[in-house]
């Protein structure tokens, strides 16, 4: 079973900055690209930016263009989101997962708990 935790939200004043973290464990990790995920209150889940599986390509969501930085680190599982410049309608919860690369489609149907992220003065 594939297992996710997400970390490194909070609360922060617009124009602040926050890194996010996600441990991803049981699968092979280094062979998917992933992306990162974010819900607002009363809207659909969105993608926010994918990451290739070796690091090497990006992409990302045209609202968070400019702003936020996907990384990776395999040798740790872990993916990482740095976010700037943030908004208040940046609040919302983020979530990680395997992910088609072009697509940004989740590959896996379970989620971890995600991470808080409330940008407000």
């Known amino acids: 079973q594939v297992h996710l935790v997400e970390s490194g939200g909070g609360l922060v004043r617009p124009g602040g900055s926050l890194r996010l973290s996600c441990a991803a464990s049981?699968?092979?990790?280094?062979?998917?690209?992933m992306s990162w995920y974010r819900q607002a209150p009363g809207k659909e889940r969105e993608l926010v930016a994918t990451i290739s599986n070796t690091g090497g390509s990006t992409l990302y969501a045209d609202s968070v263009k400019g702003r936020f930085a996907i990384s990776r680190d395999n040798a740790k599982n872990t993916v990482f989101l740095q976010m700037n410049s943030l908004k208040p309608e940046d609040t919302a919860v983020f979530y990680c997962?395997?992910?088609?690369?072009?697509?940004?489609?989740?590959?896996?149907?379970?989620w971890g708990q995600g991470t808080q992220v409330t940008v407000s003065s």
């Open positions: 049981v699968f092979t990790f280094g062979a998917y690209a």
């Open positions: 997962n395997a992910a088609d690369y072009w697509s940004g489609s989740p590959q896996f149907g379970s």
